[in-house]
């Protein structure tokens, strides 16, 4: 679905690249994580995706299209999410989707189906100017389905929600992915890319890192460790241990032969732990 060559841009239009020789294939019906910190070349990359920065050097196909050369009709294939909610705030929920809709060649979705999926069915006749940050989001989310996307572009698709809102969105997501929906996700929430995803992609600096499966990095990354609490002289130890390193595996061995344990569980490293230990970067 996405095919994306030595990919390289320039906001100066010398060889200070915001995007510095980027390269990945994304497959049909696959959810792609697209992760980094502020600044680190995702929006642009995906900004060149979705048309809205030309194509400067390399070769990216989107849909079965060249970006060099758009067509309408690549459109009609993709939906868009954009982090930074863009709503006609003039207009209610309802009269937003009714407008955008008829953008499209394609069979649409019902406004009211969308509204009430993503929680905003007794809102739809409220001017989206009224609406939280929260909704505003959530509006937008509910836009980018509109056209019946086999290609969907996220961009951090739960920021701002509140937990249970989160999870709804999250649902929805995997649902569309069910469905077929390939899912091109950009985000710096390492837990809802190790959640959702297939592959994860790190980018920083402009710079594709690695492209792999959040559970092959935990494999080849990650070290496994078991946090044990016990009573020792009255009181409550408690020890990180590697199931690596002998020393520590001798360790456990001992608590387990020589104390009463309290609690015992496994803990293996999170995909943020990961990113720092490849990029040597915090997510911020």
């Known amino acids: 679905m996405i095919s994306v060559k030595n990919l390289y841009h320039s ?128 509006l937008t989310f509910a836009r980018s389905m509109i056209n019946h996307p086999t290609l969907w572009f996220l961009d951090e698709p739960t920021t701002g929600l509140d937990p249970a809102i989160a999870a709804q969105i999250k649902n929805i997501i995997k649902e569309q992915n069910r469905k077929g929906v390939t899912v091109f996700l950009t985000t710096h929430n390492m837990f809802i890319a190790d959640e959702l995803c297939d592959r994860v992609g790190f980018i920083v600096d402009g710079k594709l890192l690695l492209v792999d499966s959040p559970k092959n990095l935990k494999l080849q990354y990650g070290e496994k460790f078991v946090e044990v609490e016990y009573l020792k002289e009255g009181g409550l130890a408690k020890e990180s241990l590697s199931f690596v390193g002998k020393e520590d595996i001798a360790r456990l061995k001992t608590i387990l032969d020589h104390y009463e344990i309290q609690t015992m569980h496994t803990k293996e490293a999170t995909l943020e732990e990961i990113f720092i230990k490849v990029t040597g970067r915090e997510l911020v």
Do not use: C, W
């Open 11 to 138: 906001y100066t239009k010398d060889e200070k690249f915001a995007v510095d020789d980027v390269s990945f294939e994304i497959a049909k019906g696959e959810i792609f994580g697209f992760l980094g910190p502020s600044g680190a070349g995702k929006s642009t990359t995906q900004g060149i995706l979705t048309g809205l920065l030309p194509l400067q050097r390399g070769e990216v196909r989107v849909a079965g299209y060249d970006v060099k050369h758009i067509k309408r009709a690549m459109f009609n294939e993709i939906g868009m999410s954009f982090e930074q909610s863009n709503v006609y705030s003039k207009l209610t929920g309802k009269e937003n989707l009714e407008f955008y809709r008829r953008l499209f060649d394609v069979k649409t979705r019902e406004p009211r189906e969308l509204l009430d999926l993503v929680g905003l069915g007794g809102k739809g006749d409220i001017k989206a100017g009224e609406y939280s940050k929260g909704m505003k989001h959530r």
